[in-house]
């Protein structure tokens, strides 16, 4: 089992350019969650979603985020017009739908130049 | 104030020793609790789930939840300078989301 596969680990990007953040769950989970550390921060909820649904986006910004888990493929985290203060690590987790806790990804450490 | 409050420490203390790490809550409606270990550049790991109040056992690690207080522990013992990580805790209610603490740095020295 490779557990939660997250790519890519590292990502440079431009101020105004897309970053496209990609997790695929462990084999068996359906649940995909994502959240955003900041440095000396913990991790804060943005997205939950089911394959096709987003479940809870209330810890997504309104503008520029979004997310899907399509029912082929890996889920996407997406950031459009990227801005300096959208540097962080961005973890990935999935579960099987029971409340026994996440499995995380290693991450996708975001710098905005 | 925040939902979840957890002393950043540093925390450092000798191998061998007895770590006790700390959360307080405010919301009542938790009832999941868990303990994660994060590496640096690292994603986290769950060391402890538990749900309600008590205490859970696992191995070294040891978990207390006393939801009338709305405090939660992790003890360690014996300590190890591979256990020299960030621990978070994180707790959720009747919803998938966890809310997280910012997390304890530990560093335990040989």
């Known amino acids: 089992n490779a557990g939660v596969m997250q790519n890519p680990r590292h990502l440079v990007r431009r101020r105004g350019q897309e970053a496209r953040l990609r997790c695929s769950p462990m084999?068996?989970?359906?649940?995909v969650y994502w959240y955003r550390q900041l440095p000396e921060e913990g991790l804060k909820f943005m997205v939950y979603l089911q394959k096709e649904n987003i479940i809870d986006e209330s810890g997504m910004p309104k503008e520029r985020f979004s997310a899907e888990f399509p029912k082929e493929g890996p889920s996407i985290l997406r950031i459009q017009q990227v801005v300096r203060g959208d540097s962080a690590a961005y973890f990935c987790?999935?579960?099987?739908?029971?409340?026994?806790?996440?499995?995380f990804g290693s991450g996708t450490r975001l710098t905005v130049v | 104030q925040k939902e979840v409050e957890q002393d950043p420490g540093p925390l450092s203390v000798p191998e061998g020793a007895i770590v006790s790490l700390n959360c307080t809550y405010s919301?009542?409606?938790?009832?999941?609790f868990m303990w994660y270990r994060q590496y640096s550049r690292k994603g986290p790991e769950l060391l402890m789930y538990t749900y309600s109040s008590g205490n859970k056992e696992d191995g070294r690690f040891t978990a207390q939840v006393d939801k009338s207080s709305k405090y939660i522990s992790l003890f360690i013992r014996d300590s190890q300078p591979s256990d020299s990580a960030t621990y978070l805790c994180?707790?959720?209610?009747?919803?998938?989301?966890?809310?997280f603490g910012t997390g304890t740095r530990l560093q335990v020295f040989p």
């Open positions: 084999k068996g989970h359906s649940h």
């Open positions: 994180a707790m959720s209610g009747d919803t998938d989301k966890l809310i």
């Open positions: 987790a999935s579960s099987p739908g029971d409340s026994g806790g996440y499995t």
């Open positions: 919301n009542s409606a938790f009832q999941y």
